[in-house]
């Protein structure tokens, strides 16, 4: 993490391993936990930061480098603000993301019922919808709601209230 353009520096954070109902916690069954992993970091209002990520041991393979620019703490913050996103191609992801890159948005609030039923098929509908979104969600702060379909994956919300597990750090 660092300012864009900069050199980046490792940040220490926790992780979180999250077995939901149904799976043995191994990989080799495709029935592997979530990792859910937090980091801290403070940024000025309307710099630009650049960031990677690694998961998993030292050796695993690094993600691109993504660029976001932090919110205005003061003055005008323009919010994009949308809910029941679906999974099929009549969605708002290309319209974030070319917005998100013009600066006309500086931040997400997504309302609820991600792609629908976000654990299913052992999290492939998952990890398909938010790789597709992948290009508006690094760039600009994303604030996920949970709705009513997010209680379909199989432990009835329970992975999502894991999540806050990250305000003990």
Same mark, same amino acid.
């Given at each position: @993490? ?11 954070? !926790? ?6 109902? =149904?799976?043995?916690?191994? !990989? ?5 936990? $979530? ?13 630009? $930061?650049? $960031? ?36 099929s191609h009549y969605n708002c992801m290309e319209n974030v993301k070319v917005d998100a890159a013009a600066g ?7 309302? =609820? ?6 654990? @299913? ?18 760039? !600009?702060?994303? @604030? ?15 992975? $999502? ?9």
């Amino acid at each position: @993490f660092g300012p864009a353009g900069g050199t980046l520096a490792p940040i220490p954070g !926790v992780s979180h391993k999250y077995t939901p109902p =149904g799976r043995d916690g191994t !990989v080799s069954t495709n029935s592997a936990p $979530y990792m859910m992993h937090y980091i801290k970091f403070e940024v000025e209002e309307r710099k630009s $930061y650049s $960031y990677k990520v690694q998961s998993g041991a030292s050796s695993a393979e690094w993600s691109d480098e993504f660029t976001f620019r932090a919110p205005a703490v003061t003055g005008e913050t323009k919010i994009a603000t949308y809910g029941d996103m679906g999974h099929s191609h009549y969605n708002c992801m290309e319209n974030v993301k070319v917005d998100a890159a013009a600066g006309e948005i500086d931040a997400v609030v997504h309302m =609820g019922d991600h792609c629908y039923n976000l654990g @299913f098929t052992n999290d492939r509908r998952g990890d398909a919808y938010m790789n597709a979104f992948q290009g508006a969600l690094t760039t !600009v702060p994303w @604030f996920p709601i949970i709705g009513n379909h997010e209680s379909s994956d199989g432990d009835h919300f329970k992975h $999502y209230e894991a999540i806050a597990y990250s305000e003990a750090f």
